[in-house]
């Protein structure tokens, strides 16, 4: 609605300034001019085409200057012209460029003609009135056409001040003082030399011809020097704009770089970088503008796929507000996919445009930002592999210290009863002899239990860890087991005796590492249960201990790490989980934790031989 009302009011000062010109035009009498030479309209009308064409835009900090000199060929028709065939002039010649040439919309079309055939009446009003009758060839005469040439010339600067105000209401008159003034001053620069050739035209034809030939290379060399200088400047920022973002390490200090090069390189209105998941990074020629981006970021990522790039893509107006429905849109792309955007919105200045060669640029600067975009994510995948690295050095390191006191308890126990039984053992009985070996060989078993669990683990680092399938009695197995609980435990097994595919060696080492976690960190009782659950057979292990920490919940299946970190825990290699997970999957099984209704229970299911 915003929009409609401002090109309604867009509309109403064109059709006022027609009008306005029209009763100057058609309400002064104009009398003619009487001069020695005659200057055909379509030639004034081919110098207003040429210098609309060949307009030179010198760009500001905050602003772009134009450059046309259309007020040359105004001073010199006023002299040679009658009024109605100077306007007629000036808007043929005009409009030639401005559409086929600069191919503006109708809206804009319109209202630069407006534009001109008011400023050429008034101009025209002008001079006629303050000659007075006088002979051109008199000082008075030439300074009423230099008035006539300022006049066309702060009524340009004038309208064009009003629109933008209209269009954008945080940019009054008042802030674009300074640059109607700098238009003023090139206009008046542009109506003396337009007083400089009429007068050399009165005097001498041949004169005139001169100035305007040698003024020919001028005019090109000057064009040729803003091109130059602008595509100097342009490249000098896009360098300078790759060693910025050579330093910059979040996506925040992209977009800043992005922004600030940007407007450095086309003097918009506005640019705004926008990443997934990142607040935008807005500049803007106003201090106090209020941009209020919505949190649709997909959305405006879907709509933007849809359009094309550059010119014609209005995604930004959906989260910026129909200002933005002028400014074009560029992607960052990482990796496979799009993370942003980059969006320009121009100037509605003359010049103020984006021309094919700023969207080139502007396109340029976005493919530095999406390199610097992909060097980051890289950089944080390198970080956080290393950081892994580090953890797991570290996991080693705590594996190494935890398997010297794994290994030191056994064999500390297996030496000392073998060196006493060396020493003393025809003194002791029969029965304490008994008792020795037997301990001697159930901590041989743990140390057994240890070493095989390394070998497992190196094995699976390796991806040589192999198991063999057949068909096991699944109860046997477990009640062997939970034999092997210590003393004093209450162990109950119940369910059916089913069978099983898998590597009976494998799962007397899986529930080994069950039961002994069970006995390490669980409580005094603890259930087995069998059950058939479909085409698997699951047994299910619980204890009534307070189970794991739910912050550590997700890792004890990791290797080298232990949820338990308690003093009067007992040591832990850190790897009988993992390794448990690890056969189960090779058997075609899994293994799972949960903590229900003040359970401990890990699930270990394996292949039913049923249904195979």
């Known amino acids: 609605m915003a929009g409609r009302f401002v090109h309604g009011r867009i509309w109403a000062l064109s059709a006022s300034a027609v009008l306005i010109g029209a009763v100057v035009l058609f309400g002064v009498d104009f009398p003619p001019i009487d001069t020695t030479y005659s200057v ?10 040429l210098l609309e064409w060949k307009s030179i835009h010198l760009p500001t900090r905050r602003s772009s200057h134009t450059i046309s000199l259309t007020e040359v060929p105004l001073v010199v028709g006023l002299a040679f012209l009658s009024p109605l065939m100077l306007v007629m002039s000036h808007l043929v010649g005009a409009a030639v460029p401005l559409v086929f ?26 001079f006629h009135i303050g000659r007075n009758g006088m002979d051109p060839t008199e000082p008075l005469a030439w300074f009423a056409l230099f008035l006539a040439g300022m006049t066309a010339a702060g009524i340009s600067s004038l309208m064009v001040g009003v629109a933008i105000a209209m269009h954008d209401a945080e940019r009054s008159l008042v802030a674009r003082s300074r640059e109607i003034g700098i238009s003023l001053f090139i206009g008046a620069a542009a109506s003396l030399l337009g007083v400089l050739w009429t007068v050399a035209t009165w005097t001498d034809a041949r004169v005139a011809l001169l100035i305007g030939v040698a003024l020919v290379p001028v005019f090109w060399a000057l064009r040729r020097f803003e091109q130059l200088g602008r595509r100097h400047g342009e490249l000098e920022i896009v360098f300078e704009l790759t060693k910025d973002l050579e330093t910059c390490v979040s996506l925040a200090d992209v977009g800043k770089q992005a922004v600030t090069h940007v407007s450095e390189l086309t003097r918009p209105a506005a640019a705004a970088v926008l990443f997934q998941g990142e607040e935008p990074v807005l500049y803007t020629i106003e201090q106090d503008e209020r941009v209020n981006p919505h949190a649709n970021w997909p959305e405006m990522a879907r709509m933007h796929l849809g359009r094309r790039d550059g010119p014609g893509c209005a995604c930004a107006s959906d989260v910026f507000g129909s200002t933005w429905s002028k400014a074009s849109s560029y992607p960052v792309i990482s990796g496979d996919g799009q993370v942003g955007l980059l969006v320009v919105r121009p100037r509605l200045a003359p010049g103020g445009e984006l021309t094919e060669r700023d969207h080139r640029t502007i396109t340029a600067v976005a493919s530095q930002v999406s390199s610097a975009v992909t060097r980051i994510a890289a950089l944080n995948r390198l970080e956080l592999e290393v950081e892994k690295k580090r ?20 064999l500390t126990a297996i030496l000392g009863f073998a060196e006493v039984l060396a020493e003393e053992g025809l003194d002791f009985s029969e029965e304490d002899k008994d008792q020795a070996t037997q301990f001697i060989a159930a901590e041989a078993r743990d140390l057994g239990n240890i070493v095989e669990d390394l070998l497992t683990a190196a094995r699976a680092d390796l991806n040589t860890l192999e198991v063999q399938r057949k068909p096991i009695a699944i109860l046997a197995v477990v009640t062997q087991a939970a034999e092997a609980l210590p003393d004093g435990r209450l162990v109950e097994v119940r369910g059916e005796d089913l069978v099983v595919l898998a590597d ?3 799962v007397r080492q899986v529930l080994r590492n069950l039961f002994a976690n069970a006995a390490k960190y669980g409580g005094r009782r603890v259930e087995v249960e069998i059950v058939g659950d479909g085409d698997v057979v699951a047994v299910l292990v619980r204890d009534d201990g307070d189970g794991v920490p739910d912050a550590g919940a997700e890792k004890i299946f990791d290797a080298y790490q232990s949820a338990h970190d308690e003093p009067s825990q007992p040591g832990s290699l850190g790897l009988g989980l993992t390794i448990s997970r690890t056969l189960s999957r090779l058997m075609d099984g899994d293994l799972t934790y949960r903590r229900a209704e003040g359970w401990t229970e890990f699930r270990l299911e394996l292949p039913s031989v049923e249904t195979r």
């Open 391 to 410: 953890d797991l050095i570290r996991s080693k390191d705590q594996l190494i210290a935890s398997v010297s006191h794994e290994l030191r308890t056994p």
């Open 504 to 506: 009976p060696p494998r």
């Open 101 to 126: 040439a600069h191919r503006q919309r109708f809206e804009r079309l319109t209202f630069n003609l407006s534009m001109f055939f008011l400023g050429t009446s008034a101009a025209a009003a002008v």
């Open 40 to 49: 055909p309209w379509w030639l004034i009308a081919a110098v207003f085409a």
